[in-house]
């Protein structure tokens, strides 16, 4: 209370020009001032706390009705910074358009176009829909030094962010599908999120192209593919043979004449033939004669197998590019045939690396994501 006084004073003086301190009722009027500057701080420290109280019993009763619809697991992983299996969890492997939500919440926090493979297991994603929806904070758990992101608004555990994700954020949101709650593109109005509508345009009506490649063996060819940008689906199969409907086992006998092969389907508005060719040449080593890394036999040669004319002259010019170029010292042996009947391989070939992120892959499948 000391410092109140003098500072009462010397406003008194500022305003009255010290004509007031000559007046008797002037303690009074010091009295008056000092109470209502101690009124004033208090009202808003107790406004201040008040709002901190509310915000916290908000956060207290959102999680309490929440934990009630929550799984168990839901539950470890919000509350108590658990995480979820990878390869073993709702979201992951979630193609549809639409948007993610704080699953305590309903918070809007990632969408679909920002999602990504990353062969992590959990759902990844290059940023957040809106940078304050999300909290980073430094954790030391588990004797690592990560970075946790939580959400805004319910202040749950949602996963960590890594610096190693694709162009052009180059992060890598690593997210706990049972943190979240997806809304489909097409259900996003009616479960009241239309204004994130504008993200998702009508349904493309451009028209795609397939091509058609054979680097060796297709469950790294196809993940590769699989994560460039513009590919809409890769397909690991069979061509290039003269048996119909060939097994797995036909093709590695050697005798079917095919060759293990991925075939690629694409918007040539988003990335054209020439740069999938690129990324062909780039995937392989197109001078090793019918083997790449620990394979063998004429089913792993290199080969490109066109669907129309132009990709022929492209293809060919390509080749002959890359044979100029001095990049490699010996021929390159890569055919360049008509695209024959493709069969696609058994279904525990597709997508063999997103099932198992251990197995094996020739490919250094960094490159994918570079332009």
Same mark, same amino acid.
């Given at each position: 209370?000391?410092?109140?006084?003098? =500072? !009462?004073?010397?406003?008194?003086?500022?305003?009255?020009?010290?004509? %007031?301190?000559?007046?008797?009722?002037?303690?009074?009027?010091?009295?008056?001032?000092?109470?209502?500057?101690?009124?004033?701080?208090?009202?808003?420290?107790?406004?201040? #706390?008040?709002?901190?109280?509310?915000? %916290?019993?908000?956060?207290? /009763?959102?999680?309490?009705?929440?934990?009630?619809?929550?799984?168990?697991?839901?539950?470890?992983?919000?509350?108590?910074? !658990?995480?979820?299996?990878?390869?073993?969890?709702?979201?992951?492997?979630?193609?549809? #358009?639409?948007?993610?939500?704080?699953?305590?919440?309903?918070?809007?926090?990632?969408?679909?176009?920002?999602?990504?493979?990353?062969?992590?297991?959990?759902?990844?994603?290059?940023?957040?829909?809106?940078?304050?929806?999300?909290?980073?904070?430094?954790?030391?758990?588990?004797?690592?030094?990560?970075?946790?992101?939580?959400?805004?608004?319910?202040?749950?555990?949602?996963?960590?962010?890594?610096?190693?994700?694709?162009?052009?954020?180059? =992060?890598?949101?690593?997210?706990?599908?049972?943190?979240?709650?997806?809304?489909?593109?097409?259900?996003?109005?009616?479960?009241?999120?239309?204004?994130?509508?504008?993200?998702?345009? !009508?349904?493309?009506?451009?028209?795609?192209?397939?091509?058609?490649?054979?680097?060796?063996?297709?469950?790294?060819?196809?993940?590769?593919?699989?994560?460039?940008?513009?590919?809409?689906?890769?397909?690991?199969?069979?061509?290039?043979?003269? =048996?119909?409907?060939?097994?797995?086992?036909?093709?590695?006998?050697?005798?079917?004449?095919?060759?293990?092969?991925?075939?690629? /389907?694409?918007?040539?508005?988003?990335?054209?033939?020439?740069?999938?060719?690129?990324?062909?040449?780039?995937?392989?080593?197109?001078?090793?004669?019918?083997?790449?890394?620990?394979?063998?036999?004429?089913?792993?040669?290199?080969?490109?197998?066109?669907?129309?004319?132009?990709?022929?002259?492209?293809? =060919?010019?390509?080749?002959?590019?890359?044979?100029?170029?001095?990049?490699?010292?010996?021929?390159?042996?890569?055919?360049?045939?008509?695209?024959?009947?493709?069969?696609?391989?058994?279904?525990?070939?597709?997508?063999?690396?997103?099932?198992?992120?251990?197995?094996?892959?020739?490919?250094?499948?960094?490159?994918?994501?570079?332009?």
């Amino acid at each position: 209370m000391d410092w109140l006084l003098p =500072r !009462a004073r010397a406003l008194i003086i500022l305003l009255t020009g010290g004509a %007031m301190m000559k007046n008797r009722y002037f303690p009074i009027l010091i009295i008056i001032l000092i109470a209502g500057l101690i009124w004033a701080f208090l009202l808003a420290k107790v406004s201040s #706390e008040r709002e901190k109280g509310g915000q %916290m019993v908000d956060k207290k /009763t959102m999680a309490e009705d929440a934990r009630k619809k929550m799984t168990p697991l839901q539950c470890d992983v919000a509350f108590g910074n !658990a995480t979820e299996t990878p390869f073993k969890n709702e979201y992951w492997d979630n193609h549809q #358009e639409g948007i993610y939500v704080d699953i305590v919440s309903g918070e809007p926090l990632f969408s679909s176009k920002d999602k990504f493979d990353s062969g992590s297991g959990w759902p990844s994603f290059t940023q957040p829909l809106n940078g304050k929806s999300v909290l980073e904070k430094t954790d030391s758990s588990h004797f690592m030094r990560r970075t946790e992101v939580r959400s805004a608004k319910a202040d749950i555990h949602l996963g960590h962010v890594f610096e190693d994700g694709p162009l052009p954020t180059g =992060r890598r949101y690593c997210i706990n599908s049972a943190s979240i709650k997806f809304i489909p593109r097409e259900k996003m109005e009616e479960a009241g999120y239309g204004e994130y509508s504008r993200l998702f345009a !009508a349904p493309s009506t451009e028209k795609t192209e397939t091509a058609i490649f054979a680097a060796g063996c297709f469950w790294g060819v196809e993940e590769y593919f699989s994560r460039v940008k513009g590919v809409i689906k890769s397909e690991s199969g069979y061509t290039g043979g003269i =048996r119909k409907n060939p097994t797995y086992e036909e093709v590695c006998s050697g005798k079917t004449g095919h060759a293990e092969s991925v075939r690629v /389907t694409f918007h040539p508005g988003v990335v054209s033939y020439e740069k999938l060719l690129k990324h062909f040449w780039d995937m392989h080593d197109p001078t090793s004669l019918n083997k790449q890394g620990n394979d063998r036999g004429t089913q792993y040669r290199s080969a490109i197998f066109y669907t129309n004319p132009e990709q022929k002259r492209i293809a =060919r010019t390509s080749l002959k590019t890359l044979a100029t170029s001095g990049k490699y010292s010996g021929p390159i042996v890569t055919e360049i045939q008509p695209a024959g009947e493709f069969y696609p391989a058994e279904e525990y070939h597709q997508d063999y690396l997103k099932k198992n992120p251990y197995g094996y892959c020739h490919i250094d499948l960094r490159k994918a994501a570079r332009e």
